[in-house]
């Protein structure tokens, strides 16, 4: 039997943070396993800070929305880490399990419009002409931009954590293993 070697950038410990970014350990880097994982890189981690924040935090498409594209870029990815983090996002959203798993197929209505948008930036590399206009008379264009950036965003992270096999946070996977996704949720 083959054992799975051990990551070289596994997220690091508080005793082994970074001097240089000791300040972003108090906040979103440190409280999660993917920017533990960046911290092997401390100038990117310290760089990629404000485009977070703007990401999400400040995004035109709002938290509903941002969601549904994350889920679906984690869905496509097949990034286990960003799909369960996101489950849980979406469900402190409010969002049903059912809505939630609608991702992982064809949804209707707005978020299938959204999904049809991150499935073109995965499979084509851009949107086309039509659907960034449906898009952008459904959510405004600012919030298409701000779409196409989400999913590269995701993108980069899932690449990390994939690569590194980063394990998913113990408060996101203890909620996973005791609500699992019902699709009839």
């Not at 070289?8 to 440190?30: H, K, Y």
């Not at 509903?64 to 402190?92: C, K």
């Not at 399990?97 to 064809?106: C, E, K, P, T």
Request: net charge negative; hydrophobic share 50%; with cysteine.
């Amino acid at each position: 039997m083959t054992q799975t070697p051990m990551s070289p950038c596994p997220p690091l410990t508080d005793a082994d943070w970074p001097a240089e970014i000791a300040d972003l350990r108090t906040g979103f880097a440190g409280a999660l396993n993917v920017y533990r994982t960046m911290a092997h890189h401390p100038a990117l981690l310290r760089a990629w800070a404000p485009l977070r924040q703007h990401v999400v935090k400040d995004s035109a498409l709002g938290p509903d929305r941002s969601e549904v594209v994350i889920l679906r870029a984690a869905h496509r990815m097949g990034s286990a880490y960003e799909w369960a983090h996101h489950v849980s996002r979406a469900r402190a959203l409010g969002f049903s399990d059912a809505r939630i798993a609608a991702l992982r197929g064809m949804p209707s209505g707005e978020d299938g419009l959204i999904a049809r948008a991150v499935d073109a930036l995965f499979d084509q590399r851009h949107m086309p002409p039509a659907l960034e206009a449906d898009l952008a008379a459904a959510i405004g264009r600012t919030a298409v931009i701000d779409l196409i950036v989400t999913v590269g965003f995701y993108s980069v992270l899932g690449y990390l954590l994939m690569t590194y096999d980063t394990p998913i946070d113990a408060a996101v996977a203890q909620e996973m293993a005791r609500a699992p996704l019902q699709a009839d949720g």
